[in-house]
């Protein structure tokens, strides 16, 4: 069902099933998700510039079937910025894809009206003659196996931090607005490879000095009562959901910057639940929390 065309920034673009319920337990629709969206654009878009956007829709809602997209050749209106990047071994069979970039509002928004709830980009940026793959993000991804909750990721996360910073660098935590959460430190690297071999190596020793609560090793069987710390989420050919994006939760729940003081207040899970709205507070009273991730002053690793 067709809505209204409307103009954003100049942009003219057609709506669609403005009304639709996208997370049907707290009927927030698909009008809500653009206006999120849009609101919170002045502090998601420097995170999503230049960085190839892998959309996650969801037409039919968060109860319904959902779907990677990563080439929008095929449908993105003229003014929406692409890179075509070479995607070797595609599960679609195809040896390269045109990603969005989204570079301003209106690329936002029409995003959001494709029912892309999550967001979701790389640890590297693509400069003006295309894609460079050297990653200036170093991220670790703390992923929690039951009964372990956010809780222990905390735990997890505060012994990263120390780690982190007796090797000069500094880290910056967010949830991932699911059930784990994720630290972030600006790097500059030399090689693709680096911070990959760096999070590996990092992970394996907090397994060694917390072995009752971390695992740093893919297996699934490892991971009840324990932190997995997905140190892969390095590799140039993988994303993480990008601070301040909506998750497809039963709620409207957003991958949210923390304060370190959040961080090991923790008590409780719902301690870290962020919602849209609550974000959209959280950044009148504090800002952008992940903006030192955008400084172009960064350490080398």
Known sequence: M???LVEVDGRRMRMSN??????????????????????V?????????DRPLTLKRYPNGVDGNSFFEKDVSRHAPDWVSTVCIETPGSSRGSEKADY?????????????????LELHVPQWTV?????????????FDLDPGAPATIVECCRVAL???????????TAYPKTSGSKGMQLYCPVRVRSAERTSEYAKGLAERLEKAMPDLVVSRMAKNLRPHKVFIDWSQNNPKKTTVAPYSLRARPQPTVSTPLTWDEVAECEVPEDLVFTAEDVL???????????????????RL
Request: glycine share 6%; hydrophobic share 45%.
């Open 2 to 4: 067709t809505g209204p």
């Open 18 to 39: 403005l009304d639709k319920v996208l997370y049907p337990e707290v009927g927030f629709t698909k009008s809500e998700v653009i206006d999120y969206y849009a609101r």
């Open 41 to 49: 654009a002045p502090i998601l878009l420097p995170h999503l510039k």
């Open 100 to 116: 969005a970039l989204v570079q301003n509002l209106p690329t936002l928004v029409w995003a959001a009206n494709l029912a892309s």
């Open 127 to 139: 400069g003006p003659r295309g894609a460079k793959r050297v990653p200036d993000l170093l991220v």
């Open 159 to 169: 012994r990263l931090r120390d780690a982190l910073e007796d090797d000069g660098l």
């Open 281 to 299: 507070e959280r950044i009148e009273d504090l800002g952008d929390l992940f903006e030192p991730l955008l400084a172009k002053d960064r350490p």
